[in-house]
């Protein structure tokens, strides 16, 4: 029985973990886009200055 509870336990811990890699992935992924989208932006606004 507290086998079974430390093997739910671990694996509980182990999808914890690769929700947050996954949320920090998405996060790293949106900053990137919106980097991307503010370069575009200024390259946009100095052709037409």
């Given at each position: 029985?507290?086998?079974?509870?430390?093997?739910?336990?671990?694996v509980?811990?182990?999808?914890?973990?690769?929700?947050?890699?996954n949320?920090a992935?998405?996060?790293?992924?949106?900053?990137?886009?919106?980097?991307?989208d503010?370069?575009?932006?200024?390259?946009?606004?100095?052709?037409?200055?």
């Open positions: 029985r507290l086998l079974e509870t430390k093997a739910d336990a671990e509980r811990r182990r999808e914890g973990k690769l929700e947050r890699q949320r992935r998405h996060d790293r992924e949106e900053a990137l886009a919106r980097t991307q503010l370069l575009l932006l200024i390259g946009a606004l100095t052709k037409m200055a």
